[in-house]
């Protein structure tokens, strides 16, 4: 009955969502807005940044309850998708610098409220480094973990008494995988992988050294060990290593948080890695609260 009536308002939302190809510096983009010829002066703009190699489509389960809220746009990055790839690596600053010229084409002004799931949450962090001054606020949605560090790795494997040197051959064979894994995808694919692993590899020093600005942010963490059984390893308790890793991202996803004075930490033990997928209430009422705490901080500016 549930999905029955996620389905219906999914199909509503397509009826009254324009998507279409605008063209950027010579790139088709496939975007998807809606509410755009209503939206007020000031008004912030909810704008989302998709996963490694995934189009836009996967927010299709919250667009309408976002939507009731404030207008919206969706986009595949050059590459992805529908969209047609371009000259530039999908680094932060050029994934940011692309997410503006789009908005200037929309004609859309700052504020914008940026959600980011898995690399798109690095992205939008990456955004709030380099342009803080046009957010209104943050959701980050189980995102690429920015404040890990490579010693963290060996936390995740409390308890489960293995050597630091097959720690280590573990990882190395992981990284492995997923050089293997980006050999096979498309080019866009490989080159969003690249940027991901160079920055982990760096362990995100650029990242760290830049402020947050003083706006509602809100981290929302999948809880659901959901890997089917035949994928699991053998070497190891692989849901052990789940709950540590858990356990440990709070403790530093909390510090980041507590850094500004409107944030906010949600944990869902219903839903995995596509937390607004799994669990889209979840994302929707954080976006309604960012809207409203953001508000409530441009009243007090203004008194």
Same mark, same amino acid.
């Given at each position: 009955?549930?999905?029955?009536?996620?389905?219906?308002?999914?199909?509503?939302?397509?009826?009254?969502?324009?998507?279409? $190809?605008?063209?950027?510096?010579?790139?088709? +983009?496939?975007?998807?807005?809606?509410?755009?010829?209503?939206?007020?002066?000031? #008004?912030? &703009?909810?704008?989302?940044?998709?996963?490694?190699?995934?189009?836009?489509?996967?927010?299709?389960?919250?667009?309408?309850?976002?939507?009731?809220?404030?207008?919206?746009?969706?986009?595949?990055?050059? @590459?992805?998708?529908?969209? !047609?790839?371009?000259?530039?690596?999908?680094?932060?600053?050029? +994934?940011?610098?692309?997410?503006?010229?789009?908005?200037?084409?929309?004609? %859309?002004?700052?504020?914008?409220?940026?959600?980011?799931?898995?690399? @798109?949450?690095?992205?939008?962090?990456?955004?709030?480094?380099?342009?803080?001054?046009?957010?209104?606020? &943050?959701?980050?949605?189980?995102?690429?973990?920015?404040?890990?560090?490579?010693?963290?790795?060996?936390?995740?494997?409390?308890?489960?008494?293995?050597?630091?040197?097959?720690? /280590?051959?573990? #990882?190395?064979?992981?990284? %492995?995988?997923?050089?293997?894994?980006?050999?096979?995808?498309?080019?866009?694919?490989?080159?969003? &992988? #690249?940027?991901?692993?160079?920055?982990?590899?760096?362990? $995100?020093? !650029?990242?760290?050294?830049?402020?947050?600005?003083?706006?509602?942010?809100?981290? &929302?963490?999948?809880?659901?060990? /959901?890997?089917?059984?035949?994928?699991?390893?053998? !070497?190891?308790? %692989?849901?052990?290593? $789940?709950?540590?890793?858990?356990?440990?991202?709070?403790?530093?996803?909390?510090? +980041?948080?507590?850094?500004?004075?409107?944030?906010?930490? $949600?944990?869902?033990?219903?839903?995995?890695?596509?937390?607004?997928?799994?669990?889209?209430?979840?994302?929707?009422?954080?976006?309604?609260?960012?809207?409203?705490?953001?508000?409530?901080?441009?009243?007090?500016?203004?008194?």
């Amino acid at each position: 009955m549930r999905y029955t009536i996620l389905l219906c308002l999914m199909i509503s939302t397509q009826a009254w969502a324009q998507k279409r $190809f605008i063209t950027i510096e010579d790139t088709t +983009v496939w975007i998807n807005t809606i509410g755009l010829e209503k939206r007020k002066p000031g #008004q912030p &703009l909810i704008v989302f940044e998709s996963g490694h190699a995934v189009s836009m489509g996967n927010w299709d389960r919250v667009l309408n309850g976002v939507a009731n809220l404030a207008p919206l746009i969706t986009y595949d990055r050059p @590459g992805i998708g529908k969209s !047609e790839p371009d000259q530039e690596m999908p680094t932060m600053k050029n +994934v940011a610098d692309k997410l503006l010229k789009i908005l200037k084409h929309l004609k %859309q002004q700052p504020p914008y409220v940026l959600v980011g799931h898995s690399l @798109g949450g690095l992205y939008v962090r990456g955004f709030a480094m380099y342009y803080p001054k046009k957010l209104a606020g &943050l959701v980050i949605v189980d995102p690429a973990d920015f404040t890990e560090k490579l010693v963290h790795h060996y936390d995740y494997y409390e308890g489960l008494g293995l050597s630091k040197a097959k720690i /280590d051959s573990i #990882q190395l064979s992981i990284r %492995q995988k997923r050089v293997a894994r980006g050999k096979k995808a498309s080019k866009s694919s490989r080159e969003e &992988l #690249q940027v991901l692993m160079a920055v982990r590899a760096g362990e $995100f020093k !650029e990242i760290g050294a830049s402020k947050l600005p003083n706006i509602p942010v809100h981290m &929302l963490m999948s809880g659901k060990f /959901d890997m089917p059984r035949r994928y699991r390893s053998k !070497e190891y308790d %692989q849901e052990a290593y $789940f709950r540590n890793k858990v356990r440990h991202r709070m403790a530093r996803w909390t510090n +980041v948080i507590q850094s500004v004075d409107k944030g906010m930490l $949600f944990y869902s033990g219903d839903a995995g890695h596509y937390i607004h997928w799994d669990d889209p209430e979840l994302l929707i009422s954080s976006i309604r609260i960012v809207l409203k705490d953001y508000a409530l901080l441009q009243k007090k500016k203004k008194k």
